[in-house]
């Protein structure tokens, strides 16, 4: 009867360690995606503004 439940309570414990493994990849891979969105939209802004400075410098010369 210990034995069963040595081995019960190890199987338990593997179990909760690949559902743990599962949910850090799946938090990894939020992050990715969440970084990969962030370094898009700094590449926009970083379009916008080389735009402005263009346009800026068409309307009033260089300065």
Same mark, same amino acid.
């Given at each position: 009867m210990a034995i069963a439940k040595v081995v019960f309570r190890r199987g338990k414990e593997h $179990? $909760? *360690?690949q559902n743990d493994h599962i949910c850090r990849e799946e938090n990894v891979q939020s992050l990715q995606n969440f970084l990969y969105d962030q370094v898009l939209e700094i590449a926009g802004i970083v379009e916008e503004l080389t735009e402005s400075i263009e346009l +800026? *410098? *068409? +309307?009033f010369g260089d300065v």
């Open positions: $179990e $909760e *360690a +800026f *410098a *068409a +309307f």
